[in-house]
């Protein structure tokens, strides 16, 4: 699939700690191509740590899941698709103060959450495959991106479109 980060869910991670606040607490969006190998692990695909808390992740279900902790609790959206492993998927979250979060997955929006809590910590760690160096990835990242801004609906299915006949989608 012209090149991805392989995980093997025991010490593989990427950081990208960067000092131009990638990623905003009041309006973010992160998009995924990914591709599990097994579900008994937690699966994080973006997500930052106990300093920086937001994540896009697999809690070992079949489905993609998002969110952030607001404070008092973390707060998520769940796609409603059952996902199957060794399978390339497209998956998106977006978040603003304003409507809350929505869920993509390749291109279709899955599910939304209406809380709009900023997310706690700073905004500037992003960890492909972990979440503080823990709950480790078990599958592959081809590409990934995070915005400092809502994608709307139209921009996710361009980014999916634009490279899904990579992955046979």
Do not use: C, P
């Amino acid at each position: 699939n012209n090149g991805y980060i392989a995980f093997d869910g025991t010490n593989d991670y990427v950081i990208i700690n960067s000092n131009a606040n990638i990623l905003s607490t009041s309006a973010y969006t992160k998009t995924v191509w990914f591709y599990i190998t097994d579900f008994t692990a937690v699966n994080n695909l973006m997500s930052g740590d106990n300093s920086a808390r937001h994540a896009l992740w697999l809690d070992t279900s079949t489905n993609l899941k998002a969110g952030h902790n607001g404070g008092a609790e973390y707060r998520s959206v769940v796609s409603t698709t059952t996902l199957v492993v060794n399978t390339w998927y497209f998956g998106a979250v977006s978040f603003d103060t304003t409507n809350g979060y929505k869920l993509y997955l390749n291109g279709n929006l899955e599910a939304s959450n209406t809380r709009t809590d900023t997310f706690i910590g700073g905004n500037s760690l992003i960890l492909l495959g972990s979440f503080g160096g823990t709950n480790l990835l078990e599958g592959r990242i081809a590409l990934a991106a995070a915005y400092n801004r809502v994608l709307n609906g139209d921009e996710i299915r361009q980014n999916f479109n634009a490279h899904r006949g990579r992955f046979g989608i």
